[in-house]
């Protein structure tokens, strides 16, 4: 178990000592200074800087200076440098003041800077070896200046550069000490212009010549890896040896690794593959061939090196081919081919393939392509979702560039892959979506839904258009076509037909796009007009688009709040609303921002936005509402929001009603603060009413999650009708053993949450000394992240600290109740709302129990004093008939008040208070 340090008085109690730190410079878009904790002299400290609330910068200060460390600043590692977001402040005077990540104080001096309208603006377009590609918008004279770079947060270089007014192309060369294909983080402003102009992640590599025209360099050092797929195979080959394989399966992965490495162009010769053996298919991997076997060959050698935990089958559909085709089992262990008798071309080919799979779900990929790691748990994984018919992979270029990310057809019948040549990770293109169609280079389409539609249709025979066609007799028959972007997949276009329309069975490209458009001009008659509102058209069966803007993205398992932010976007995806998400400083935080894209969240990130602002100002337009989460972040985005929308309805989430819960932890009598502890905690918590009160009063909707906050603020803006209580949804959860089986009491919180501190430190040192002299046998089990040193010296023979909860299930079914001791806070407690989904009874205090619908000797007991707890605990530890009648009493409130339904109905009047409404 880990614990978080921290510095302590002889009593065990905590100490605060000020952390210090200064501003020194701000120049070219950065600031820079140090900070410094004294307590813990050799610690990095974690900080943000803001001005009048708004989060500017936010950094560690962990770079060594020597002045630092001989002044007595520990070891010296605690200077910073970092860029701040000037698009949140726009213009004018400002302050910058400098906090620790948790909100409180640093011990400095504020710094002034100035910010005038830049004359200025870059835009990226794109970058080479040789030179970084800017679009620029001047407003000034003509003029030459000194383009600064920083690299990694380290000045560069200097470059002269003749900037002209109106809008044009600035090249600016790259250094050829950058140019190694290492990423790094390239910052651009003009000397003496304090704003900065762009910043971004680059990589300028050492060749230009294409890796497959390379000589050996699939085994010469410094080339392996030049290939766009080199990256994807190396976590395919770590993904495999991470398991336990045994020499035989090492030895066909090395085999398949070499294989796609070599490269296909002058292969002649083809050793032996395996594939698994799986007599239960759940996906049959159809690939339709016709001759070019190297090509083949190394399509089902990526399948083989591409780590997934799919069963499959791959059936070659070979239609009278003269190459190694035709002796295709003999070189690749398990692989089922269907010989056709005659030619029958890719449409029929492929129809006739389809009738001998096993799968569940049929996947047609090209033999022109290179998969990767999970692209079938990814294709798969949609169908879950409800009635998804199609589905298909996002699509690269040989270079890595993309090449569809779904298709969208316009109202003139003409098709577009949706961000061909962009970059792939952009992320207006990498969540999972609705589309007009998928590309049949990699399709999935379910068994029985293929059956009911009649397969690819006959009429575009031979080839093209039957994968546009199957995705508008797919939804015509009531399903869905999804674009799934983590299944990603290398697509060596025009290796199977070549590219000349004019051409043998390409020239049909061009006849079939006639036949479709005939066949289904009513289908795509508002489709929108070609190129117009791409990042607005692209996106199907949605009905309103909504904003959602929070300090950072959620993460289920991380807290309470985190795990109802998910639920919320959920439950707006339900009413038919596309959701687009935001957190105020753009990070991206790798699995979180995923799973949410795996939602069908669309997330914006920097380096692609560089600050809410330049969100808004690009992409507001679209948007019917924005939904806010937390009066801090509104603070930061609710003025540029009205300024440039003023009607567009902001919905403003609170979380919790932070006045009220510092507050309460001001009055709290057992928090042991002076008098002098509590005026200041006082004035803090006036001040953030003053705060919060004001975000609700320009917003034109609040919501919270229980009735007392509810109530509190009308009292404050008696604007009751934009009031609202903020759905939760349950999920349903395992049934758990009886009360005989179950021992001992638990807590659970998150301890970067100072009241499941003071609930702990109270539970323990006042209530189970108590509880031990007449029941030493009922123990309390404390879980949760972020333990602090403290709670060490909190343990005793009845109070056991056991930490971080890998799964729920530990906390809530293995014990007899479920404690929750809290004498501060507000909003609802998700802690206490888990208990009852699990159908654990409870022991709370007042606070613990707002908003959740528990009732005293109904469903719940409530116990304020330690006498109170000690007395509730033994009454319910032993009574099994009270303890059954509070399980099933919670289990009731759970259905009529945590239902995803009864939540659903909810959002759907809270947003059409506002006029945004659902889907009917």
């Not at 290796?495 to 061009?510: A, I, L, N």
Request: aromatic share 10%.
């Amino acid at each position: 178990m880990k614990f978080i340090k921290g510095s302590k008085k002889a009593d065990g109690k905590k100490v605060s000592q000020p952390i210090k730190g200064m501003i020194e410079n701000y120049d070219n878009g950065f600031v820079s200074g140090w900070v410094f904790n004294p307590t813990q002299p050799d610690e990095h400290v974690d900080f943000y800087i803001e001005v009048d609330g708004q989060v500017v910068a936010e950094a560690t200060a962990d770079s060594y200076r020597e002045d630092l460390e001989q002044a007595g600043l520990g070891n010296g590692e605690h200077f910073f440098r970092v860029p701040i977001k000037e698009h949140l402040l726009g213009y004018g005077a400002f302050e910058l003041t400098l906090r620790n990540i948790d909100g409180t104080d640093i011990q400095a001096k504020t710094y002034p800077i100035e910010l005038s309208q830049p004359m200025v603006k870059a835009r990226f377009m794109d970058a080479n070896s040789f030179n970084i590609h800017f679009e620029v918008h001047s407003h000034g004279v003509d003029q030459h200046v000194n383009i600064a770079m920083s690299v990694d947060g380290e000045f560069h270089h200097k470059q002269a550069v003749h900037i002209q007014p109106g809008v044009h192309s600035v090249h600016l060369a790259v250094p050829k000490d950058l140019v190694d294909n290492v990423p790094r983080l390239i910052s651009i402003g003009i000397e003496g212009q304090k704003e900065l102009l762009w910043e971004g992640r680059l990589r300028f590599p050492f060749t230009l010549t294409p890796p497959e025209y390379l000589r050996d360099a699939h085994k010469t050092a410094g080339l392996i890896g030049l290939p766009a797929q080199s990256q994807y195979r190396y976590e395919a080959l770590k993904l495999w040896l991470d398991t336990d394989i045994d020499t035989e399966q090492l030895s066909n992965l090395k085999t398949a690794h070499s294989v796609v490495v070599e490269g296909w162009e002058k292969r002649k010769k083809f050793p032996k593959l395996e594939l698994p053996r799986v007599d239960k298919p759940v996906v049959s991997i159809i690939i339709p061939a016709y001759n070019k076997f190297a090509i083949t060959y190394h399509t089902i050698a990526s399948i083989i090196l591409a780590f997934d935990r799919t069963p499959y089958e791959v059936i070659v559909a070979d239609d009278c081919s003269t190459d190694e085709t035709t002796e295709v089992e003999d070189i690749i262990k398990n692989v089922r081919a269907v010989h056709n008798e005659e030619n029958m071309m890719f449409l029929k080919s492929c129809n006739n393939a389809a009738k001998h799979a096993k799968g569940e779900y049929l996947l047609f990929l090209n033999n022109d392509t290179e998969v990767t790691s999970f692209w079938l748990e990814e294709l798969i994984a949609p169908f879950k979702q409800n009635k998804v018919g199609v589905t298909g992979s996002k699509l690269l270029n040989q270079d890595g560039t993309l090449q569809e990310a779904g298709g969208i057809i316009w109202d003139n019948g003409i098709p577009w892959n949706v961000g061909n040549g962009d970059n792939p990770r952009n992320p207006e293109y990498d969540y999972l979506r609705d589309a007009d169609y998928v590309s049949g280079a990699s399709l999935c389409v379910k068994r029985t839904v293929w059956e009911e539609v009649g397969g690819f249709s006959s009429y575009l025979e031979p080839a093209y258009f039957e994968d546009t066609d199957i995705a508008f007799k797919v939804r015509e028959a009531g399903y869905r076509v999804v674009y799934a972007p983590q299944s990603e997949v290398f697509h060596f276009e025009g290796m199977s037909h070549g590219r000349d329309v004019k051409k043998g069975v390409k020239r049909y490209q061009e006849v079939n796009k006639k036949k479709f458009a005939q066949k289904w001009a009513k289908a795509f008659a508002h489709n929108g007009k070609e190129g117009q509102f791409l990042n607005k058209e692209k996106d199907r069966a949605i009905n309103q688009r909504i904003l959602v803007i929070d300090y950072t993205a959620p993460r289920a398992s991380d807290a309470a709040g985190a795990y109802a932010a998910i639920e919320e976007i959920k439950l707006m995806q339900g009413l038919g609303f596309k959701v687009t998400f935001i957190c105020d400083n753009l990070a991206y935080l790798g699995a979180t921002t995923v799973d949410l894209q795996r939602m069908g969240v669309e997330v914006l990130f920097a380096p692609f936005y560089t600050s809410v602002n330049d969100v808004l100002e690009r992409r507001v337009w679209e948007f019917d509402a924005v939904y806010i989460t937390r009066y801090t972040v509104a603070e930061k985005c609710l003025p540029q929001i009205k300024q440039m929308a003023p009607d567009l309805p902001v919905l403003f989430n609170n979380a919790d009603l932070h006045f009220l819960r510092e507050l309460r932890a001001a009055l709290n009598a057992d928090a042991g603060l002076s008098d002098e502890e509590k005026q200041r905690a006082l004035e803090q918590a006036i001040d953030t009413r003053n705060r919060e009160l004001k975000i609700c009063q320009q917003a034109d909707a609040v919501l919270c999650y229980n009735t007392t906050e509810h109530a509190v603020i009308t009292s404050h803006i008696l604007e009751a009708d934009k009031l609202h209580v903020t759905p939760w949804v349950l999920q349903e959860k395992p049934k758990g053993p009886n009360m005989a089986a179950r021992e001992g009491i638990s807590f659970l919180g998150g301890y970067s949450h100072m009241p499941n501190i003071d609930a702990v430190e109270y539970i323990a040192e006042k209530v189970m000394p108590l509880l031990a002299k007449k029941r030493p046998d009922i123990t309390l089990y404390v879980y949760g992240s972020n333990m602090p040193e403290a709670f060490e010296e909190l343990e005793a023979e009845n109070v056991k600290m056991v930490g971080f909860a890998e799964d729920l299930d530990d906390v809530f079914l293995q014990h007899r109740i479920f404690v929750a001791p809290l004498l501060s806070g507000a909003g609802i407690k998700g802690k206490v709302l888990e208990a009852m989904a699990y159908g654990t009874p409870t022991v709370l205090t007042e606070v613990a129990a707002e908003g959740t619908g528990l009732t005293h000797a109904v469903s719940t007991l409530i116990a304020q004093k330690p006498e109170e707890w000690v007395d509730a605990i033994i009454k319910l530890y032993d009574d099994e008939t009270l303890w059954q009648q509070f399980a099933d009493n919670s289990a009731t409130l759970v259905k009529e008040k945590f239902s995803y339904e009864h939540g659903l109905k909810q959002f759907a009047e809270i947003f059409a208070s506002v006029g945004v409404y659902a889907r009917t």
